[in-house]
């Protein structure tokens, strides 16, 4: 029968070293993303987060390619403020831009339907027009027609 342990007793254990490293370097990222904070602007400051280092690379993450660009400025002072920091194995600082979901909202939105009823409405609007683009764009909205039957 297996027995359950305590995170703490796991980590005090000489037993999970994978877990410990794992633990060290999930610190050792939270300090960096501190240290490269502290030197932005204040605007800039939780614009980023450290995800990796890669070598002597310094990988941090923005959302936006605006952000990235604004911090691809202050890159060598966060390199200073390593340095001084005695985080001298890290060389250089790559900015990456957070990839977006496969699933966008635009990709999760249902189709709008109108009632029956709006339909006809509409219908009647676009047959009685003259401008030819209206005509077409009354007439793929009166597509939308719900195809459920009407609660009266």
Not at 87 to 103: D, F, G
Request: hydrophobic share 35%; aromatic share 4%; proline share 5%.
């Amino acid at each position: 029968m297996r027995h359950i342990h305590s995170v703490k007793k796991l980590l005090s254990s000489g037993k999970s070293t994978q877990l410990r490293r794992l633990t060290q370097f999930s610190r050792q990222l939270t300090e960096l993303s501190a240290l490269t904070q502290s030197c932005l602007p204040s605007p800039w400051q939780g614009q980023c987060q450290a995800v990796n280092i890669r070598g002597k690379t310094l990988i941090l993450q923005t959302e936006s390619p605006a952000w990235a660009s604004q911090l691809r400025f202050y890159a060598p002072a966060m390199l200073s403020t390593l340095t001084h920091h005695h985080c001298n194995y890290i060389k250089e600082i790559s900015i990456r831009i957070k990839p977006v979901s496969a699933l966008t909202p635009a990709d999760t939105r249902q189709k709008m339907n109108i009632s029956s009823q709006s339909a006809t409405l509409i219908t009647s609007l676009a047959e009685s027009t003259t401008d030819n683009n209206l005509r077409r764009s009354l007439l793929r909205l009166a597509s939308r027609e719900s195809k459920k039957p009407n609660r009266e």
